[in-house]
């Protein structure tokens, strides 16, 4: 869980300087660093999309994952989360739900999230979340200038999410072979890039929604071997 407490923590600290940043960066610069990064997050996002080792299950698990999202309505859950901090902070947050949300979701559903936890919980090896926790860290700070302090409320989502697959790992072994992971990688990058967009002004894609998709290649897995040792 090293690695998954250095990230939460540094995304956090990294936050509380951008809150204290906000009011001496110019609301244009502060836009074009957004659009900036914007761009630089769908990078990420394509970068790993084409990472699949099956295309099929790849566009499968986003098509269940929109359904079992939709049906559960995850974005709605967040953002009402994220709008009830809000109220709690008398607004002297910002948009909370916002920064909250976006945060969440750039700095779990990418590849270093899960491959990172993984190597962790496998092999005690926290490289990969070590070099995240910089790069979250410095993208805590922009964010939160632009965003507001629901940024900081994401490390305990990445805290969570990254320790309960870091924990799982142990038991998941013999599941998370390197397809499976590649699977999970492809959906996880195209979730990315919906945030990019998103980012951008060009869409409004309800990301959260999406997010079971990084699992079902997990639950494919497991069903097909099971029905494979049963043949």
């Known amino acids: 869980m090293l690695g998954t407490i250095v990230n939460a ?8 300087i951008g809150f204290l940043l906000r009011g001496g960066i110019p609301e244009k610069i502060n836009n ?13 996002g394509a970068s790993g999309a084409l ?15 929109a359904i079992i999202g939709e049906v559960i309505d995850i974005d709605e859950r967040l953002k009402r989360l994220g709008d009830n901090i809000e109220r709690n902070l008398k607004g002297r947050g910002g948009k909370v739900s916002e920064g909250f949300v976006s945060a969440s979701l750039l700095f779990c559903v990418g590849a270093m999230a899960v491959v990172g936890s993984l190597e962790s919980g496998l092999k005690g090896n926290h490289e990969i979340l070590f070099a995240k926790s910089i790069l979250d860290g410095v993208s805590s700070i922009v964010f939160t200038s632009s965003m507001g302090i629901g940024v900081a409320l994401s490390s305990i989502s990445v805290f969570i999410y990254q320790g ?48 079971p998709a990084v699992f079902i290649p997990v639950i494919y ?11």
């Open 9 to 16: 923590l540094s995304i956090f600290f990294g936050s509380l």
């Open 32 to 44: 074009t660093i957004m659009q900036g990064l914007a761009l630089c997050v769908m990078l990420i």
């Open 51 to 65: 990472k699949f080792d099956n295309l099929l299950l790849a566009i499968l698990s986003v098509v269940i994952g």
């Open 164 to 211: 309960i697959i870091t924990i799982a790992s142990s038991f998941l072994k013999d599941i998370l072979v390197s397809n499976v992971i590649a699977d999970m990688t492809a959906a996880g990058s195209l979730l990315i890039i919906g945030i990019g967009l998103n980012m951008m002004g060009i869409g409004k894609i309800k990301v959260a929604n999406l997010l």
């Open 221 to 231: 897995h497991i069903i097909y071997s099971y029905i494979i040792n049963l043949i």
